[in-house]
C-alpha cells in the first residue's frame, strides 16, 4: 500500500463503520443547489423538479455479508435489490430503478451468473423496479454485488432519520431477530455438515426464520399503508444492522433520546423457539441481531389511533429529551442504556 513512513497509520476499526464514514465525509460541503440532502440518511435527496428523487447504494462481498456454502445465489440477487429497495423505502418513498454491478471471480460460470440475476428479475417483478445498467468485471477471488438504486417520493412527503421529536412514539413493522436466528441455524448446520458430509441438515421448523435470512423483503407494503391511514412518520429508518443501531440512528439525527419496552419488541414464536434452542436471548436477538429490513418510525402521538389497530404495527415506545439517553426499560422495571452492538463489517 503507498503511504508516508513517517505518517500516523491508524487502522480502520478504531473509527467502526459508521465513524469511519463521518471521518471520510466530514470535509465534503454539497455546492448543487438541487442537493438537498447529503450524507447521512438511508438515502440522499435531490430536487427534480416537481419530485425529489432518492438515490442510495450498497455492496455485498463474498466472505463478509454472505456464504455461498448456504445462500443460493438466487437469493442473493433477490436480497441484493431488496435491501436497496428498503433504503428507499426508510426515505418514504418508492424505488424507480437500479443499476448492478458485479465482480466475478474466474470460479463462477454462465449458470451461477443467471441465478445471480433470475434472483434479480424476480426481486425487480416483486418491487416494480427496472434494471437500467450496471458494470462487470473481474476479481481475484470471490464475488461483490453493488447496487445502486433511484427513488422518487413528493417533496412533502419524504422523511428522514431527523425529525422525531419528545413523545413521539416509536413504532416498528413486522417482527425483528429472525433473520439473525436465520443465519445462525445456517451457520450452524454448516459446521455440522463439515465435521460429518454424511449429515443432512436439521432445518425443520425453521422456514419462517431462513426466509426471513435469505430472501428480505422490503416493506414497499407499510410505506402504502401509511399513506393510505393517512400518516406521516416524522422520522423513520430501515433496520438493517439492528433494532439497537437503528434507535441511535433515529436519537442521534434528531437530538432526542428514548424509552422503548422490552416487553413490547414484536419477536416470532419461531425466533423465540429457535432462540431458546441456540440458548441465546430472544430480546438480544431482535436488539442486536441485523438484516430484519423492518421499518423504525416515529409518530405524532396524535396519529396513534390510526395505526392502532392495524397488526403491521407495534409500538415499542417513545421519544424522549435528549439528557434522558436511550434506555430500553426491561420486564422487571430496571431500566439499560441502549449500545449499538450492532451489525458491523468493519469490527
Ligand atoms: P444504510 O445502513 O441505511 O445503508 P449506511 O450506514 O450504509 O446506511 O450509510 C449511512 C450514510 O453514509 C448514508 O448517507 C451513506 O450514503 C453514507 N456513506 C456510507 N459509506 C460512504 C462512503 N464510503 N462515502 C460517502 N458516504 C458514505
Ligand atoms: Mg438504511
Not at 462481498?61 to 448456504?70: A, C, K, P, R, T
Not at 445471480?116 to 462487470?136: E, H, N, P, Q
Not at 425453521?206 to 400518516?231: F, H, M, S
Not at 436511550?326 to 468493519?346: E, F, K, M, V
Request: aromatic content about 6%; some cysteine; hydrophobic content about 40%.
Amino acid at each position: 500500500m503507498l503511504q508516508n513512513k513517517d505518517t500516523k497509520q491508524t487502522p480502520v476499526s478504531e473509527l467502526g463503520e459508521f465513524g469511519l464514514i463521518k471521518h471520510l465525509t466530514k470535509e465534503f460541503s454539497t455546492k448543487n443547489d438541487s442537493t438537498i440532502f447529503g450524507v447521512g440518511d438511508d438515502a440522499a435527496v435531490i430536487d427534480a423538479g416537481k419530485m425529489y428523487h432518492l438515490l442510495s447504494t450498497d455492496m455485498l462481498i463474498e466472505g463478509v455479508h454472505f456464504d455461498l456454502s448456504y445462500v443460493p445465489l438466487k437469493h442473493l440477487g433477490y436480497k441484493a435489490v431488496s435491501v436497496n429497495v428498503s433504503d428507499i423505502c426508510a426515505m418514504n418513498g418508492v424505488a424507480k430503478q437500479i443499476v448492478v454491478s458485479i465482480a466475478v471471480s474466474n470460479r463462477f460460470n454462465i449458470e451461477s451468473l443467471n441465478e445471480i440475476y433470475r434472483g434479480i428479475s424476480l426481486a425487480c417483478a416483486k418491487f416494480g423496479v427496472d434494471l437500467v445498467g450496471g458494470d462487470t468485471t473481474s476479481s481475484v477471488s470471490g464475488l461483490a454485488i453493488n447496487i445502486s438504486v433511484l427513488g422518487e417520493v413528493k417533496k412533502d412527503k419524504v422523511v428522514y432519520r431527523k425529525g422525531a421529536k419528545e413523545k413521539d412514539l416509536l413504532v416498528v413493522s413486522g417482527d425483528l431477530g429472525s433473520a439473525y436466528l436465520g443465519l445462525q441455524v445456517l451457520s450452524r448446520e454448516k459446521k455440522v455438515f463439515q465435521a460429518n458430509p454424511n449429515m443432512q441438515p436439521d432445518l425443520q421448523g425453521k422456514d419462517y426464520i431462513l426466509e426471513r435470512q435469505l430472501k428480505p423483503e422490503a416493506r414497499v407494503d407499510i410505506i402504502k399503508i401509511l399513506e393510505k391511514l393517512d400518516v406521516l412518520p416524522t422520522s423513520m429508518i430501515d433496520i438493517s444492522d439492528g433494532l439497537s443501531s437503528e434507535l441511535l440512528h433515529i436519537c442521534d439525527s434528531s437530538n432526542v433520546g428514548c424509552n422503548i419496552y422490552e416487553d413490547k419488541i414484536p419477536i416470532d414464536y419461531a425466533a423465540i423457539s429457535t432462540a431458546d434452542e441456540l440458548n441465546l436471548s430472544p430480546i438480544t436477538c431482535a436488539l442486536n441481531g441485523g438484516e430484519d429490513y423492518e421499518l423504525l418510525f416515529t409518530i405524532d402521538q396524535s396519529d396513534y389511533d390510526k395505526i392502532k389497530s392495524d397488526i403491521d404495527f407495534t409500538v415499542i415506545g417513545h421519544i424522549t429529551d435528549k439528557p434522558s439517553g436511550s434506555n430500553i426499560i426491561l420486564n422487571d422495571s430496571s431500566s439499560l442504556p441502549i449500545t449499538a452492538q450492532g451489525w458491523n463489517s468493519l469490527s
